[in-house]
């Protein structure tokens, strides 16, 4: 299937590592123009030309999506090498692990800014561009949380679920234009966030890493973590021309670990 994303332009957010580097790898080898952003140099410069050397069109920026300035630094890298985008993925760090009486005003108020604000302020500033070429793909990374609350992580359950909501709403703004808005919600996928999820398990638990990572097989039916390239595909399918059509919608990629008919 031509997924017709030859040419395009996508700012991948948060992808120097994990489930944003491989929508990156994935969007470059269909044949997309990127613009990567992560807060560490060193492992965003490594990805940067590890696409590079594998022909891929791609500028990369040092910038913390949870701050204006670093939206606006990956915005305007993306807008100077190419004076578009054409593909938004929204994505950052997870929230930190922990029940209710763990997180003070100040670890919600950074939560909200990582996962809720980074996703509208780098909407804010890509859609006028969208909306005058009359095409655009604005995608999501949320997580299975956003349809099922994952325990010990009332962040990520919580912010999840209005960045679901930004997204039903806006769908339907900007639908008129061409403009499809969609939520990507992996589940328990091999990447550093997981290992560092089981070793706090570990800790807390007192069990090890590799019992807490059981633990959570056990509850997929595919009896296996995701691999990042596997949430991947189904990024780039969505980005796609070929997806035109869906909008609104949460697709998670989840081994069959939501449990809801819908
Ligand atoms: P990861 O920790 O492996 O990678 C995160 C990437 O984001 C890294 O490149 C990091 O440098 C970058 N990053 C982090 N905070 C940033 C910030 N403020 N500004 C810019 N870049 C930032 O995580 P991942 O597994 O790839 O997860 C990506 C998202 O998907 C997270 O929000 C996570 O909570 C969510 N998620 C992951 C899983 C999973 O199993 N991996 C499951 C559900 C949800």
Same mark, same amino acid.
């Given at each position: 299937? =031509?997924?017709?994303? $030859?040419?395009?332009?996508?700012?991948?957010?948060?992808?120097?590592?994990?489930? #944003?580097?491989?929508?990156?790898?994935?969007? %470059?080898?269909?044949?997309?123009?990127?613009?990567?952003?992560?807060?560490?140099? !060193?492992?965003?410069?490594?990805?940067?030309?590890?696409?590079? %050397? $594998?022909?891929?069109?791609?500028? /990369?920026?040092?910038? =913390?999506?949870?701050?204006?300035?670093?939206?606006?630094?990956?915005?305007?890298?993306? *807008?100077?090498?190419?004076?578009?985008?054409?593909?938004?993925?929204?994505?950052?760090?997870?929230?930190?692990?922990?029940?209710?009486?763990?997180? =003070?005003?100040?670890?919600?108020?950074?939560?909200?800014?990582?996962?809720? +604000?980074?996703?509208?302020? *780098?909407?804010? /500033?890509?859609?006028?561009?969208?909306?005058? +070429? $009359?095409?655009?793909?604005?995608?999501?990374?949320?997580?299975?949380?956003?349809?099922?609350?994952?325990?010990? *992580?009332?962040?990520?359950?919580?912010?999840?679920? !209005?960045?679901? #909501?930004?997204? +039903?709403?806006?769908?339907?703004?900007?639908?008129?234009?061409?403009?499809?808005?969609?939520?990507?919600?992996?589940?328990?996928?091999?990447?550093?966030?997981?290992?560092?999820?089981?070793?706090?398990?570990?800790?807390?638990?007192?069990?090890?890493?590799?019992?807490?990572?059981?633990?959570?097989?056990?509850?997929?039916?595919? =009896?296996? *973590?995701?691999?990042?390239?596997?949430?991947?595909?189904?990024?780039?399918?969505?980005?796609?021309?070929?997806?035109?059509?869906?909008?609104?919608?949460?697709? !998670?990629?989840?081994?069959?670990?939501?449990?809801?008919?819908?």
């Amino acid at each position: 299937m =031509d997924l017709g994303l $030859r040419g395009k332009v996508a700012l991948v957010a948060a992808s120097s590592r994990g489930l #944003g580097r491989a929508v990156a790898e994935e969007l %470059a080898a269909e044949g997309a123009r990127l613009c990567l952003c992560a807060r560490g140099e !060193a492992a965003l410069e490594e990805t940067r030309a590890a696409l590079a %050397a $594998r022909g891929a069109n791609v500028v /990369a920026v040092a910038a =913390d999506v949870s701050t204006t300035e670093g939206i606006e630094a990956v915005v305007r890298a993306a *807008l100077d090498a190419y004076d578009r985008v054409d593909i938004l993925v929204n994505n950052a760090g997870g929230p930190p692990a922990g029940p209710f009486e763990a997180h =003070d005003a100040a670890a919600w108020e950074a939560a909200f800014r990582l996962t809720l +604000r980074s996703a509208v302020e *780098l909407t804010r /500033a890509v859609l006028p561009g969208m909306k005058l +070429r $009359r095409w655009g793909r604005i995608l999501n990374i949320t997580s299975i949380a956003a349809k099922q609350p994952v325990a010990n *992580l009332i962040l990520s359950n919580s912010l999840r679920a !209005a960045v679901t #909501g930004f997204a +039903r709403t806006l769908a339907d703004e900007v639908a008129p234009y061409g403009i499809t808005v969609n939520n990507v919600l992996p589940g328990y996928t091999a990447t550093e966030r997981v290992v560092q999820l089981a070793e706090r398990a570990s800790r807390e638990r007192g069990i090890t890493p590799a019992e807490a990572m059981r633990a959570w097989v056990d509850e997929i039916p595919m =009896d296996r *973590l995701g691999e990042p390239r596997e949430f991947a595909a189904m990024v780039a399918f969505l980005a796609s021309e070929r997806a035109g059509y869906v909008t609104g919608q949460s697709v !998670a990629v989840d081994g069959g670990w939501i449990k809801s008919l819908l």
